[in-house]
Each structure stands twice: as structure tokens, then as C-alpha cells.
């Protein structure tokens, strides 16, 4: 639906710290990236500072951590001014997991030194430990940010053809609201570098579904009277197919080679809200 990059290549000239002590996890904090692990504090409010955006987010089996991943800077080593410390924060509540992900880097009291550094995001993860197991599916990020750790109540149903097996579902980032995808095939692992023998089915929960790129020519198309919009790529024979159930944004993507564009909206037509 939408990539993302994750790295700049830029050359930046950057604030950094130089000689500080690690920092530690500070009142009201669960987590620490300083060894990627973490352990419970019992703070009810988030700690202060700005939230640094979440683009992954994965449940223990027991329900007991929640291991968070994000772009950052690189790992913190405190003779090096061109690293960064974060800790994490969670906290259930109202069936919901809050979760705050900061950036303690810790600063020289002499006063900020002028560092050129790489501006290269570099993927870090924090695993929190939770003080009980949470039961829930939905994650928000304090930096605005909404994230499906379990598959979600109120996903909707689609009658896809015979032969076709649910092979991977998951949360997608980027979704202020929640979105999860799931994808069926007609044998063997979905492979990544097409559409073809695919179907993949998108759902964004209260919210539009994201303009699925095409290449070709926009259509404006209907499904069970909805007005929807059809987005061909002819370069490839992927067909993305954007419309609404109930309140919740739909996006299905399927290629030509499997399905016409009038057998794409057939398709669309089966899904229902649950």
C-alpha cells in the first residue's frame, strides 16, 4: 500500500552529547533500550518528554512483554556524541496499551557540543515488561499512533474463491486509527515482489483506507452501491481496489493475471461487516 524509507543518507550537523554517564531509567518509566531489554516501574501517567514514533509493535505468547520497534539513532555509547538512549513506557488502560517510547540521550552540562553526524535512522527495538499480562489487541502510540498486536474484533468477512488459504495477517504501520492486512494465496508463501497469485485484503477501522498507487488510469467504480476506486498498474497487472464497509476503510489489491477488474469488484462485493 504505501512504502516507507527508513533511512537518510544526508550528512547533518547535529547537537549531541559527549562523556556523559548512561542514563537510567528514570520514575514512571517500564524499559530501557540501553541493553534492549526492560523491567516494570508502577508509574500511572507517561513520563515527560517528546514521543518518538512506534512502527512496530509484538506481544509476548504469555501477554507479559511488549517489544516495541522503531527508526532511531544508533545504539548509545556514551564516549560517542553520535548515539542516542531511549526507554519505553506502557500502561494499560481501558483495554488499551499506552505506550511512549523517549529519547533520554543525556546532555554535557558544559552546554551542547557541535557534532556532525550521520543522519541515518537505524532500527532499534525496546522490549517492556508489563506489571500483568495484557488480554487486548490495541496499542497506542502516545506519538499518535494506533497499532494491532492480536487480530482485532470486528474484522470483516470475504468469501474469497476455493483454493485460496489465509498465509499471513499482521498490523500495518502508519495508521492513526489501526489497520490490519491479511493475505491469501493458492499455495506457498506470499512472495513479496508481486501481486500475482495473491489476494491481499486491507482494513483501516473508522478511517478511509489508504490510495492504493496504480499507474494506469483511476476508475470510478461502485461496490454494493458504494462508490469505491479502482487503481490499475499496467505494468505489472496489479489492481488496487479502495472503497468502504460501515465506517471502516477497505483496500483490496489482486493482480490480472488472477482476476479480472469486473471479478475484482465481484470480489469486493463479498466482503461484510462482521
Known amino acids: 500500500m504505501v512504502a516507507r524509507v527508513t533511512a537518510l543518507a544526508a550528512l547533518v550537523l547535529a547537537v549531541a552529547a559527549c562523556g556523559s554517564p548512561s542514563p537510567t531509567v528514570p520514575p514512571g518509566a517500564i524499559g530501557s533500550a540501553g541493553d534492549g531489554t526492560s523491567d516494570p516501574a508502577t508509574s500511572i501517567d507517561p513520563p515527560p518528554g517528546a514521543p518518538v514514533r512506534i512502527d512496530t509493535a509484538a506481544i509476548s505468547g504469555d501477554g507479559s512483554t511488549l517489544t516495541v520497534g522503531f527508526t532511531g539513532g544508533k545504539d548509545y555509547d556514551p564516549t560517542d556524541p553520535c548515539t542516542n538512549h531511549y526507554f519505553g513506557w506502557a500502561r494499560e488502560t481501558e483495554g488499551a496499551l499506552r505506550v511512549k517510547v523517549v529519547d533520554d540521550t543525556p546532555r554535557p552540562a558544559s552546554g551542547p557540543t557541535q557534532v556532525a553526524c550521520d543522519a541515518m535512522g537505524y532500527g532499534r527495538t525496546i522490549a517492556i515488561h508489563l506489571d500483568r499480562p495484557f488480554p ?42 489501526g489497520r ?95
Not at 497506542?140 to 488459504?165: K, M, N, Q
Not at 487503481?231 to 464497509?245: C, E, I, M
Not at 465506517?247 to 461487516?273: C, H, K, P, Y
Open 136 to 177: 487486548g489487541f490495541r496499542v497506542e502510540d502516545l506519538a499518535g499512533y494506533v497499532h494491532f498486536v492480536r487480530p482485532p474484533d470486528g474484522l470483516a468477512t470475504i468469501d474469497v474463491p476455493d483454493g485460496w488459504t489465509l498465509v499471513a495477517q499482521g498490523d500495518t504501520e502508519e495508521s492513526t486509527s
Open 180 to 274: 490490519w492486512q491479511r493475505t491469501w494465496t493458492r499455495g506457498g508463501p506470499p512472495d513479496p515482489a508481486t501481486s500475482r497469485g495473491q489476494i491481499a485484503l486491507y482494513q483501516s477501522f473508522d478511517s478511509p483506507a489508504d490510495p492504493t498507487g496504480g499507474g494506469g488510469d483511476l476508475s470510478r467504480v461502485q461496490v454494493n452501491g458504494t462508490p469505491a476506486a479502482l487503481y490499475p498498474n499496467p505494468a505489472d497487472g496489479q489492481l488496487g481496489l479502495v472503497w468502504t464497509v460501515g465506517g471502516d476503510g477497505m483496500g483490496l489489491i489482486v493482480n490480472e493475471a488472477d482476476f479480472s477488474q469486473d471479478a475484482a469488484i465481484r470480489l469486493a462485493e463479498t466482503v461484510r461487516a462482521p
